[in-house]
Each structure stands twice: as C-alpha cells, then as structure tokens.
C-alpha cells in the first residue's frame, strides 16, 4: 500500500513535499494499527515476578504507612505476589525480621508453586516455584530489640535510626527484583525527635530577642550533631534544658541576657565535648565492627564448600548487619 502511495503511475518516485508528507502519514497510521493488535510493544518489559500490593499493621490490626516501625515491636505484613507466565527460575523471599513464634510466613489461600507439606515457614528465606498465578502471604515478625543500638566500651549506648529490609524478592539466579524497607527507631530516638520538633516550634513562633533566640539555635545545632553519632539520649538532655517559657523579650535586662549567654555557652561546650567524644567511641564500634565481618566472611566461604547454602546465606546475612553497624 505504501509503494503504491509513493510512486507516481508510471512507476516514478514522488519527490514533492505533498508526497513526501502521504508517506510519513501513512507510516505514522501503520504504527499506530500495529501498537494497537500488538498490546504492550512499545511499553517497558514487564517484571517476572512482582509485589503487587504490600500493607504493614501491629499485631492488633493498627495500619503502619510512612511511620517508621519501632525496635522490639511485632508487625504484620500482607502482601500480594503476581508471578507471570514461562519463568525458569525459584523465586525467593527473605525478610530481616526476627521470628516471633514458630513462624514467620502464612499462605493464604493456594499457590500450586509452594507446598504446604514440605515448605518451611519457620525459615526467614522462604523458595517457592515461579508458577504463573497470585501468591498471597503474610509475613509474621519483630523489629529486633537492639536494631538501632551499639554497645560502647564505656557502658554507654548509641541510637541510630536505620531502615529494615521487611521483605526481599529475588529470584534463584541472584536476580533481585524488589526490596520493601522501612525506617526502624526506639524510643530514645523517638524522645528526641519530639524533643526537637517540640523546641523548633517554639523557636519559629518566638518574639523573644534575637540575641536569646541565636543561642537557642545554636544549642539545637549542637543537638543535631549529636544525635546523628548516636548520642541521641545527652541530645536530648540538652534539648529539654532550654526553657518552655519565659523566654528575654527585646527589652530584658542586658544583664540577665550576659548571664543566659554564659549558660548556653557552657552547654555548647559540653555538647562539644560529647561530640569528639561519640565519634572516638564510634570509630571504636566500626573498627570493631569491620573486624569481625571480615572474620565471617571467611566462616561464609568455608560453609559454602560445606554445601550448607542455609548456614552460609546465614553468616553472610550477620556479616551484611555488621557491615551496616561499620557504616560500609
């Protein structure tokens, strides 16, 4: 049809412009008939597998969404697995919660790739055959009590916010496809984050005198550096030492002022001093840290000469937390 648009009756070329334009046209109709008996041709490829839907609650029925999920609690996830047709391959999820009685993974319904009989749903990695058909599932589990904490030699302990890998999918060959995660706190954190939103809040609404209000500042700044080395809980000691009121109006006593900045002044100080100290402690941690990665890295090699892929997948999944713990 197109040759017959482009050539004239003798059998000559079109060569003018209105020719040149039936020809674009007629291939622009073409492509458009063809996208149209052809779904999809021009989208992206589709995904094998994938979570189609995925809502986290409490135990007791209460919806998480953007919340981050707090250490040592219980959560439930349900989520929806599509597997599409002509997949040579294992599917396989992993979750990094802690197993919180016999279980972690419950089928709801039937999914002709996972059998019931000889699956293991005690097991944080959960394989099934990639079978074309809906997967539902319910991941069952807790955020480990000291997800977000490190010991430090001193006694002490640091607060970090970090993010959980609720559920992984990948597939057999090592492929991942998707990796639902969520920020975990504790209440140390949780205080501070308060705290601070609380003293922010005073400060945008504030009258008080700039002078009063620069030093506020100042010690909200120190705060910040503190808590992100971990040092959440002294941040928070120094946040609720800044008054809820009362605060010097432009025409206080200049005096009074003098004294306040001298008190301030002695808390920047010593959050300062905190501060080179959290981060000699924390370079201890990662060193730490780092050491014994490497030493379960090796343990990881050994098991998998073993032919024990449970015990070595295990030992790297402890080596990856260490890794994170040593900011690598």
Avoid: C
């Amino acid at each position: 049809m197109l040759l017959i648009i482009a050539t004239r009756q003798g059998g000559a070329p079109i060569n003018t412009g209105f020719g040149r334009r039936i020809v674009f046209t007629s291939l622009v109709l073409a492509l458009l008939v063809w996208l149209t008996i052809v779904p999809g041709a021009a989208g992206a490829e589709a995904v094998p597998v994938r979570i189609s839907s995925f809502e986290i609650s409490t135990v007791d029925g209460k919806s998480v969404k953007d919340a981050p999920l707090m250490a040592g609690a219980m959560y439930k996830v349900q989520l929806t697995i599509e597997v599409g047709p002509g997949i040579k391959d294992k599917g396989l999820l992993k979750t990094g919660l802690a197993i919180s009685g016999d279980r972690y993974w419950t089928l709801n319904g039937k999914y002709s790739g996972i059998d019931t009989a000889t699956w293991r749903p005690g097991q944080a990695e959960l394989s099934f055959e990639a079978i074309e058909g809906i997967v539902q599932l319910q991941l069952q589990g807790m955020v480990p009590p000291d997800f977000v904490t490190a010991d430090l030699p001193n006694g002490g302990q640091l607060h970090t916010a970090r993010p959980i890998s609720l559920v992984r999918l990948s597939l057999g060959s090592g492929n991942v496809l998707d990796d639902r995660s969520q920020e975990v706190i504790d209440t140390a954190i949780e205080k501070y984050r308060s705290t601070l939103a609380a003293k922010a809040a005073m400060v945008d609404k504030t009258t008080a005198d700039p002078r009063y209000v620069d030093f506020v500042t100042a010690v909200m700044t120190k705060a910040k550096a503190e808590a992100a080395s971990g040092y959440t809980e002294q941040a928070t000691e120094v946040l609720q030492a800044i008054p809820n009121s009362d605060w010097i109006s432009p025409q206080g006593s200049t005096t009074l002022q003098w004294i306040l900045a001298g008190v301030f002044l002695l808390a920047a100080l010593f959050l300062a001093f905190l501060l080179m100290r959290a981060r000699a402690d924390a370079s201890f941690v990662r060193q730490q840290a780092d050491e014994q990665a490497k030493k379960l890295e090796l343990l990881a090699a050994k098991a998998s000469r073993t032919g024990d892929t449970a015990l070595s997948n295990e030992i790297t999944r402890v080596r990856q937390d260490l890794e994170e713990v040593g900011g690598r």
